[in-house]
């Protein structure tokens, strides 16, 4: 399938089905590449209430790495870091800084997935293999994606254990209660200048994704900032994958700011989705953290653009919540300061209510927000 410049590719819906050779039953996991495992996971666990599901590491015959993986409903990280010197890991973590290596799907059969991919071109991370344990087997494969980062291909029908063979269940005393968070509603790539395409196009060819929508740089500019992005979405709809590239601006932008710290392409945020996010961010922000806030000038005609909302206004607007809408309904999101020392990765709370976009009318007022912590980054 070919990609067309600004133009979406809204195939109809038994198209898409009759296309998908890659049917993806949703996000397997989210493994980071961490400085210090232990350490991340309970952040993870005390600031964003994920709880903990499982281990691997020296006590589970490991020898040069550790991961911890945690959860919440549907959402699963894996938080992984390096026990010795040198090797990939550690590579990995000197270049870009703590970051997401893998956005691992899962399928109903990770061979075909494999197959499937690397004959339309994907490059190989590693062929398909299969890990056993007493509760059964699990088949994983693994292609490379922009960036340094990959999808793992996850087979785990015939699997019943905590998470996966090499895994033991993780039940520390320790375990705070979650935040209402659901599901992965969407990842975004940050891709090098003029990639924007060639990734796309990687997703339509290569994984069968078709164009939801395309924002070029008149639709998200401020008076220093510029980008552009499609969001590419698999068959079903269940994975998303916003692109993102730079583009010209008066000052830098936050995409190559990004790109300055991580060195490349890769995420720039994950979308998390809960059913309540005035309960969610409440707790989120008692529990230490950091939303970008808009002016509260955003308030005073927001609901002239966006019509009736269920919600007061008040407490979004204490919160700091963005709404917008689409044809189909509206959506409620908020967006971290970055996670990390470096200003790259940042995590979005979205509440849908029947909107499947992605929050265009609220692009500008956020990117001016980004700017003001970029401006005292040194980085605009
Ligand atoms: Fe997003």
Redesign the pocket.
């Given at each position: 399938m070919a990609i067309t410049d600004k133009t979406s590719l809204q195939l109809p819906k038994e198209n898409l089905e009759a296309e998908d050779f890659l049917p993806l039953l949703g996000t397997d996991y989210i493994e980071l590449y961490v400085g210090n495992a232990k350490q991340a996971a309970h952040y993870y666990m005390s600031a964003w209430g994920f709880q903990p599901l499982a281990y691997a590491g020296l006590e589970t015959g490991l020898k040069d790495k550790v991961s911890y993986v945690v959860q919440q409903d549907k959402i699963r990280l894996v938080l992984t870091s390096p026990l010795k010197s040198g090797g990939e890991i550690n590579a990995h973590i000197d270049k870009h800084g703590d970051g997401v290596k893998a956005i691992a799907l899962w399928v109903d059969d990770a061979s075909k997935s494999y197959l499937e991919t690397t004959d339309r071109g994907a490059e190989s991370y590693f062929e398909p293999r299969k890990l056993e344990d007493k509760d059964g087997e699990v088949i994983l494969s693994g292609i490379h994606t922009y960036g340094e980062t990959v999808h793992v291909f996850v087979e785990r029908k015939n699997y019943n254990g905590v998470f996966m063979p090499g895994y033991t269940a993780w039940k520390p005393f320790y375990n705070p209660t979650d935040v209402g968070l659901n599901y992965v509603d969407?990842m975004?790539g940050n891709v090098g200048w003029n990639e924007m395409n060639k990734w796309c196009k990687f997703y339509a060819e290569v994984m069968g994704f078709a164009q939801l929508v395309s924002f070029d740089d008149k639709d998200i500019s401020t008076e220093y900032t510029a980008l552009m992005s499609k969001v590419m979405s698999n068959g079903n709809g269940r994975i998303k994958f916003?692109i993102n590239e730079p583009a010209d601006g008066r000052k830098k932008s936050q995409i190559e700011e990004y790109i300055e710290f991580y060195n490349g392409a890769g995420v720039q945020?994950m979308?998390l989705a809960t059913d309540n996010i005035i309960e969610t961010v409440t707790a989120l922000r008692n529990r230490g953290i950091d939303f970008l806030t808009v002016p509260s000038s955003y308030y005073e005609d927001v609901l002239d653009r966006v019509g009736e909302i269920d919600e007061d206004l008040e407490p979004l607007r204490e919160l700091g919540i963005l709404i917008d809408r689409d044809d189909e309904g509206y959506l409620l999101q908020i967006f971290t300061k970055p996670i990390l020392d470096r200003p790259t990765m940042f995590i979005?709370i979205i509440q849908r209510k029947g909107a499947k976009s992605?929050g265009k009318g609220n692009f500008k007022a956020l990117f001016e927000a980004i700017e003001r912590e970029q401006e005292s980054r040194g980085t605009l």
């Open positions: 969407h975004v916003p945020h979308a979005e992605f």
